[in-house]
């Protein structure tokens, strides 16, 4: 099992090596961080603010070299020798962005479980806040990421703190204890962003410096994640058979696309974020937040692509169709979708109970009448309801299972939307975002 601690440092030139208490096990270092590191054997992330001297990159890159570690320039904020200026959502978009690239993103079926851990012990100033709340979001990301897998595959998420270290007479008869929290805020299984905010996301993105192909995969693959994920939670299951999804494959990949194109301007081991000075001024401003840039929107959206990801993934694993404009058998519809909602549901859930009593009363109204091989009009089956104006408040209550949307192949068993009706049912699942 891999692991990676991460913690924003800041000035260690007079730091010592003092006794860090962890797990029943005592070792000396500069950092309770890697004093964990070493105990639990974890890969060490070091945020290195901007302002840092070179003296003490440099004690840093010494009391760090015995183990597995990567420090990585990030941003400042305050004053310094300029106005160091960015806000904090942008910094949590900073901490997030890099977080993903050591979260082994699952290709395939069988997932990586890793372990993760922040180190607060620094105190909460701006940096270490926009961290932990960064922390957040790549907590829920992995529990959208991983709907449907048991608890004990999923990676796990941990806090630590050490308690403040005092005057050197202390350590004679004291070791500073190092506490472990297990790290869980609540994930809500609904959409991150709706098809409303959508339109303030895509002006945001048009302002970092991605490539057109990733700017239009990004439009169209968050349009495909609204849409999809309303039609799972909100239990409209035949619009998946509409409108198709992305696979989990290429929402992966364009996840990865999307950091790639950014690693230019968001820092690395050596250079913090690519940044302009205005001299005049006195200010210093990094790229990657500067335009019109909405970054709680922006992070809403990495939250938005897990958890495409995570119901992408569970329709793949039940054989829902990708290509879009399919049939399916009635019963098929129940069966497979009662399976998702229990994993997604983790148990007993109303969705379940709603679906099969509209699959119940199809089966009803097909049941006795002569089996004919072709596609007839839901009106001419249900003729009392089946010709009603169909009304948002009646598509939740019955599935989106309204007859007069539906077409029916009786000798088979299926059902369909109208294709005429495809434009109609694509605004009805925006109105439910």
Not at 22 to 37: D, E, G, M
Not at 246 to 267: A, H, Q, T, V
Request: hydrophobic fraction near 40%.
């Amino acid at each position: 099992m891999a692991g990676y601690i991460f913690v924003t440092v800041g000035s260690v030139s007079n730091f010592r090596e003092v006794p860090f208490s962890y797990q029943n096990k005592i070792l000396r270092r500069k950092l309770s961080a890697l004093a964990v590191a070493d105990i639990e054997r974890l890969h060490s992330v070091l945020f290195a603010p901007h302002t840092l001297s070179e003296k003490d990159i440099k004690i840093i890159t010494e009391i760090s070299k015995s183990q597995k570690c990567t420090i990585l320039r990030s941003p400042s904020f305050g004053i310094y020798d300029f106005h160091y200026e960015i806000r904090f959502q942008p910094l949590v978009f900073y901490y997030l962005y890099h977080f993903l690239q050591f979260y082994d993103l699952p290709v395939e079926q069988e997932l990586q479980s890793n372990k993760f851990y922040v180190d607060v012990s620094v105190g909460l100033n701006q940096l270490t806040f926009a961290m932990l709340e960064a922390f957040r979001f790549l907590r829920i990301f992995s529990e959208l990421l991983n709907l449907g897998i048991s608890q004990k595959k999923k990676p796990k998420f941990y806090m630590i703190y050490s308690e403040p270290v005092l005057g050197r007479n202390v350590e004679e008869w004291h070791n500073y204890r190092v506490y472990r929290e297990t790290f869980k805020p609540k994930a809500f299984l609904s959409l991150p962003i709706s098809w409303e905010d959508r339109k303030d996301l895509f002006i945001s993105v048009e302002s970092l410096p991605l490539t057109e192909e990733v700017k239009v995969k990004f439009r169209n693959i968050v349009e495909n994640a609204i849409l999809t994920i309303s039609a799972v939670i909100k239990n409209i299951p035949l619009a998946v058979y509409l409108l198709g999804y992305d696979s989990p494959r290429d929402i992966l990949n364009f996840i990865n696309s999307f950091i790639e194109d950014l690693k230019p301007i968001m820092g690395n081991e050596i250079e913090p974020p690519a940044f302009e000075i205005d001299t005049k001024e006195r200010k210093l401003g990094y790229l990657y937040s500067k335009g019109n840039i909405n970054f709680r929107l922006l992070n809403n959206s990495i939250l938005l692509l897990g958890f495409y990801f995570g119901i992408s993934k569970l329709l793949e694993r039940y054989g829902v169709p990708k290509e879009g404009n399919k049939d399916v058998s009635i019963r098929e519809l129940l069966k497979k979708f009662s399976e998702i909602y229990r994993l997604i549901y983790k148990g007993d859930n109303p969705s379940e109970v709603l679906l099969e009593k509209d699959v119940n009363r199809l089966d009803d109204l097909t049941r006795g009448r002569m089996p004919i091989n072709s596609w007839i009009g839901g009106e001419k089956i249900d003729k009392e309801h089946g010709r009603k104006t169909v009304g948002l408040r009646h598509f939740i209550a019955h599935s989106g299972l309204l007859t007069n949307l539906l077409e029916f192949n009786v000798q088979n068993g299926r059902i369909r939307y109208k294709p005429n009706k495809k434009d109609e049912i694509k605004q009805l699942l925006c109105s439910l975002s």
